[in-house]
């Protein structure tokens, strides 16, 4: 349960205001993710960070603006966000390697509420 | 491109019957498949996986999975459930043939164990 971490655990914030989510993974992981997860919609991939790079961004909207300085922290920058982007914002990080496949682990979420 | 699909929104079973949650998925190469469960305003937690070997996989809680190649299919059960079972329960897939390939999670099944 502790072994990913995030803060804060809810936010609200306007429209106009900006704002930074936190990820911290102490399982020595070198692969990190965040997830959007919205009401009756499956679980929408938003960023990967693979060895520190970005591999996908899944036609995010430039209104999110991942950070990953090492392997162990993730940011989700936000800023001018709309009402619909309230949502559970979720990171997780697994261990990568060639045709090796582990499972991933999730950190407790942030509930983002805009207003 | 490769999905997962779980045909029901919600499993209701009363508490000391053997449950299951489905899960079918689609991918072009080898399938890696997954269960998680989310308990309210938790993030995810692994519960197992199949990548080779018996079909049939245990894992945390009392929980298994059966992979079956010909239905492709991955359903979740549980000789006898509790209450503290009730959550929401997502099944997800990677494709193993081709790494780099993320996990795609299916929309999630709300289990209800009723007293």
């Known amino acids: 349960e502790t072994g990913v971490t995030q803060t804060p655990r809810h936010l609200v914030m306007g429209m106009t205001n900006k704002k930074s989510l936190k990820c911290e993974q102490h399982l020595g992981h070198n692969a990190m993710y965040w997830y959007k997860q919205s009401a009756k919609k499956p679980l929408e991939l938003m960023f990967v960070y693979n060895f520190k790079e970005q591999t996908e961004n899944n036609s995010v909207p430039s209104r999110f603006s991942p950070e990953c300085p090492n392997s162990s922290h993730l940011f989700l920058h936000l800023h001018t966000l709309q009402p619909e982007d309230s949502a559970l914002y979720l990171c997780?990080?697994?261990?990568?390697?060639?045709?090796?496949?582990?499972?991933?682990?999730f950190g407790p979420g942030t509930r983002l509420t805009v207003t | 491109a490769q999905s997962v699909a779980q045909p029901e929104d919600q499993v209701n079973v009363a508490e000391g019957n053997p449950l299951t949650v489905k899960c079918t998925y689609s991918v072009s190469g080898n399938p890696y498949l997954f269960w998680y469960v989310q308990y309210p305003n938790r993030g995810l937690q692994f519960l197992l996986k199949?990548?080779?070997?018996?079909?049939l996989v245990k894992g945390s809680y009392g929980f298994e999975a059966e992979f079956n190649k010909s239905q492709t299919s991955f359903h979740l059960k549980k000789p006898s459930a509790l209450v503290s079972d009730s959550a929401l329960y997502f099944c997800?897939?990677?494709?193993?043939?081709?790494?780099?390939?993320?996990?795609?999670f299916g929309p999630g099944t709300r289990l209800s164990v009723l007293p």
């Open positions: 997800a897939v990677r494709d193993g043939d081709n790494y780099g390939q993320n996990f795609v």
């Open positions: 997780a990080s697994s261990q990568e390697a060639s045709k090796v496949t582990y499972e991933q682990y």
């Open positions: 199949y990548i080779t070997g018996d079909n």
